[in-house]
């Protein structure tokens, strides 16, 4: 199969059986049963196996070519390409979407990859982002680089915790409010539900990407957001083996609004597509329209495919997500009230400690912890920095959070080298931060490991 035969005119629609099978669909069951049963089914091409197996085809065979003609135009249910859906990636998929929530799922080749194909199936050349100013650095580059090169303007809200200050950013032009539901590195909690209500009121969709809260710990679209972004290569994955992503959509959000001037909020949706035979994929899908698009027309086209052996790899980590979790959770909590207390150490954030802005909502979104990244402020600058990270011995030197095993990063060197002092301090980036991930170890150790690199600092 070509890739021009693969992104055909009419619609090839992935076999999408019942969200969950029975077992996961009952209301009593809990996130851990869930964890491990939604989606388990894998469809019509399984074999009863327990475990989503690993499909490793590039396409799937048709039976006829009435078959093979009813599966491009949409009339009939099958696999096509794996670029558009593969059995192990809509397993994950539909676990995914499980966890969080949601109706509709889909997975990609990395969380960048999730970012860039949720926006780009709300944005276009002229339209207007509203993000929060405290976001993972790569997400702020791709909106204010990239984005840009594409007309598409961006703006990022200082105050992230002041509906006000989202409100006064809005332009009519503005398609897409984007804030992390705990931010990287500083460990903010955002009010999911006062920002959706501001991005409701403007007709427009809230993207929250929930990477280092995970489901276990938050569920966005039950607090109001639309859509929901992750890399799959942090805490859902959760053992630094694959990279991968997902936008998980949530239900409600009219994609087919008009605004004030009686034009279409989202043309790409509700005007006519030559794609689609003149039919829009409003008409054609309904409230799916959007996560339909974004499968067929942002990610199959822009191709972030994610390897059905990646796949298999998340979906492995996601069955431990909520014991890894609660373990990451009491470790850093534990942690960080230490730190805060030792003398070598001028500031800790995180939103389980009382002194922090974000703990009254930590208290109100995240009752199962606050995550287990942190970011603690030597008193000693860059040089203390430097020699802490060098005495550690449990946790490893790298930029990449969420693995079982503890990691160490100095943001104001690495991930936010290229920024200004003063934008750096505005991110609570200062010469003596470090940003720890803490894993799985005993916390004896972490604390062993920690207070001996403090005592070299
Ligand atoms: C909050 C957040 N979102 C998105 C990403 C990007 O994910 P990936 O590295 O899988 O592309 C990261 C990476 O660190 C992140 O921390």
Redesign the pocket.
């Given at each position: 199969m070509t890739a021009q035969t693969a992104t055909p005119r009419s619609l090839p629609r992935p076999t999408q059986p019942a969200l969950l099978p029975p077992v996961a669909r009952e209301a009593r069951y809990g996130f851990t049963t869930q964890q491990v049963h939604a989606g388990a089914d894998t469809g019509p091409v399984g074999h009863g196996d327990r475990v989503a197996p690993i499909h490793v085809s590039a396409g799937f065979r048709f039976e006829d070519p009435d078959t093979a003609a009813a599966r491009f135009s949409g009339e009939a249910d099958g696999f096509v390409y794996s670029r558009i859906a593969n059995p192990t990636t809509a397993a994950l998929e539909r676990r995914l979407a499980a966890l969080e929530g949601g109706a509709d799922a889909l997975v990609v080749g990395?969380?960048?990859?999730?970012?860039t194909t949720a926006l780009l199936g709300l944005l276009q050349s002229g339209d207007h982002l509203l993000a929060s100013d405290h976001?993972?650095e790569?997400?702020r580059g791709l909106f204010s680089e990239n984005f840009a090169r594409f007309g598409i303007e961006v703006d990022f809200v200082e105050d992230h915790a002041d509906p006000a200050a989202w409100r006064r950013l809005l332009r009519p032009t503005t398609r897409a409010l984007f804030a992390?539901s705990l931010s990287?590195p500083r460990n903010e909690v955002l009010d999911v539900a006062a920002v959706a209500g501001v991005a409701h009121a403007h007709g427009v969709p809230l993207v929250v990407?929930n990477?280092?809260a995970t489901p276990y710990l938050l569920r966005p679209l039950e607090h109001g957001a639309d859509v929901v972004?992750?890399?799959?290569?942090?805490f859902l994955s959760g053992h630094g083996t694959a990279?991968?992503?997902v936008v998980v959509v949530g239900r409600g959000f009219d994609w087919g609004a008009h605004d004030d001037g009686g034009a279409p909020r989202f043309p790409q949706l509700s005007e006519p597509s030559a794609v689609l035979g003149g039919r829009s994929w409003a008409d054609l899908h309904g409230e799916r329209c959007y996560a339909e698009h974004a499968r067929h027309h942002v990610a199959a086209r822009f191709g972030p495919v994610l390897s059905p052996f990646n796949a298999f790899l998340v979906q492995q980590g996601v069955e431990t997500l909520s014991l890894r979790m609660a373990q990451h959770c009491r470790s850093a909590a534990l942690l960080a009230a230490w730190l805060e207390r030792h003398p070598a150490v001028e500031r800790v954030d995180h939103a389980s400690l009382a002194s922090s802005p974000s703990h009254q909502r930590a208290r109100r979104y995240l009752p199962r912890g606050s995550g287990a990244v942190l970011a603690v402020t030597l008193r000693g600058g860059a040089p203390a920095a430097r020699r802490f990270i060098g005495a550690l011995e449990l946790f490893s030197h790298m930029?990449?959070?969420g693995d079982v095993r503890s990691l160490v990063v100095h943001p104001a060197s690495t991930t936010h080298a290229h920024r200004t002092e003063a934008e750096r301090e505005r991110a609570g980036v200062h010469p003596g931060t470090v940003r720890l991930s803490v894993g799985i170890e005993d916390v004896e150790d972490l604390q062993a490991d920690l207070r001996r690199a403090l005592d070299a600092a």
């Open positions: 990395s969380g960048q990859a999730a970012i976001l993972y790569g997400s992390e990287n990407d990477t280092l972004v992750h890399s799959a290569s942090k990279l991968g992503g930029t990449h959070l």
